[in-house]
C-alpha cells in the first residue's frame, strides 16, 4: 500500500463507486478511535446518495487508496460561495507519516477554492494534539483576527 514515490501521493475525487471503499476507511477511521459507527453498509448507502448530489466531495489519496477526505458545502451569507468543512480526514495507520494526509489537505483547499468556497472549517478535539498541529502547520487557527481567545465549536444532537 502507498508505494508512490515520496514526491507523488495522486488524490482523486471519489466516485459512487467508491462508496464502499470509502465506507470502509470511515468506519475504521472511527473504531480507530472508539468513536460510534453506524458500519460500513450504512455509511456505504449514504455516501452513495451524498456522492449524486453537488454539496459533498470526498478525496481518495493514493493509488490504491489509502487515506480519505470527506468535505461538505453549506451556502454562506458571510461569502459569495459556500463555506466547506472538512468533515473527516483519515489516513491508514501504516501509511502515516508519508505525506498523504498533507496531499489530501493541499487537494480539498484547492477543490475547495475553485468551487468558489470563501472559507475552509476543520472541527478538531481539543486533545487531539497531533491533528490540531497538522491543521495549523497547513495555516489553518481557531483565532479570529485581533481576538484573544480560541474559538469554540458547540453542538447538540438532534435524534
Known sequence: ??????????????????ADLVAEMLDAFNREFDTPTPGPRVLAARLRRLLAGEHFLVLLGGEPAVGVAVLSFRPSLWYTGPVATLDELYVRP???????????????????????????????????????????????????PGAPEPMFYYYRDLD
Open 94 to 144: 501504516e501509511t502515516r507519516g508519508r505525506r498523504y494526509g498533507h496531499a489530501l489537505l493541499e487537494a480539498a483547499c484547492r477543490l475547495a477554492g475553485e468551487r468558489g468556497a470563501g472559507s475552509l472549517e476543520i472541527n478538531v478535539d481539543g486533545e487531539d494534539v497531533d491533528a490540531r498541529r497538522f491543521y495549523e502547520a497547513h495555516g489553518f487557527t481557531n483565532v479570529e
Open 1 to 18: 500500500m502507498g508505494t508512490e514515490p515520496e514526491h507523488e501521493r495522486p488524490v482523486r475525487p471519489a466516485t459512487v463507486s467508491d
